[in-house]
Antibody
Framework: VQLVQSGGEVKKPGASVKVSCKASGYTFTNYGISWVRQAPGQGLEWMGW????????KYAQKFQGRITVTTDTSTNTAYMELRSLRFDDTAVYYC???????????????WGQGTLVTVSS | DIQMTQSPSFLSASVGDRVTITCQASQDVNIYLNWYQQKPGKAPKLLIYDASKLETGVPSRVRGSGSGTDFTFTISSLQPEDIGTYYCQQYDNLPITFGQGTRLEIK
């Protein structure tokens, strides 16, 4: 099982970023994908979840309106787009395989390597 | 949001020691509680799910227990590879929330 994320990004405040997460080694539609971020020196923060199985999506209220998570089952790739970036969005963004595949996120048993998004003017 | 409070925030112990981390939820989360280890510069790794179930490949010296609001993570005999930061995570209610982390070092 592997989740390989896209490379680091530097963005200006107000811009958008789209991070990809390509999955391999398992049946993509049998799991969900959660997105978790970690600001420098800080803890883990869950952002949202998508069921690859049925397309259900849940977002943390904090990011509602700024985040979109999608999947492309033809390429086994998940995407997370975050808009209207602020300085405090600077963080490592992780995708994680979520055992919750149907109704709600559950636990994260495989993780991508992380993508550093830096918001700087 | 459910607040998860871990204790202690920092722990220094010797190889072979028994180590315990606690995680308290601000409201009942049943057994919907997972534990992760994160090493510097790396992604977190799942250790325990559903409060007490050991993830495949995790050594048996690791144990999780608890339900409701109070949970415990224990390493029965600390090994050098156990260093890192440990996080609890609840999934009873959205948003999913994590504890602030417990950094574990070897004396």
């Amino acid at each position: 099982v592997q989740l390989v994320q896209s490379g680091g990004e530097v963005k200006k405040p107000g811009a958008s970023v789209k991070v990809s997460c390509k999955a391999s080694g398992y049946t993509f539609t049998n799991y969900g994908i959660s997105w978790v971020r970690q600001a420098p020196g800080q803890g883990l923060e869950w952002m949202g979840w998508i069921s690859v199985y049925n397309g259900n999506i849940k977002y943390a209220q904090k990011f509602q309106g700024r985040i979109t998570v999608t999947t492309d089952t033809s390429t086994n790739t998940a995407y997370m787009e975050l808009r209207s970036l602020r300085f405090d969005d600077t963080a490592v963004y992780y995708c994680a395989r979520d055992f919750g595949y149907h109704e709600t996120p559950y636990y994260f048993d495989e993780w991508g390597q992380g993508t550093l998004v830096t918001v700087s003017s | 949001d459910i607040q998860m409070t871990q204790s202690p925030s920092f722990l220094s112990a010797s190889v072979g020691d028994r180590v315990t981390i606690t995680c308290q939820a601000s409201q009942d989360v049943n057994i919907y509680l997972n534990w992760y280890q994160q090493k510097p510069g790396k992604a977190p790794k799942l250790l325990i799910y559903d409060a007490s179930k050991l993830e495949t490949g995790v050594p048996s010296r690791v144990r999780g227990s608890g339900s409701g609001t109070d949970f415990t993570f224990t390493i029965s005999s600390l090994q050098p590879e156990d260093i890192g930061t440990y996080y609890c995570q609840q999934y009873d209610n959205l948003p999913i929330t994590f504890g602030q982390g417990t950094r574990l070092e070897i004396k």
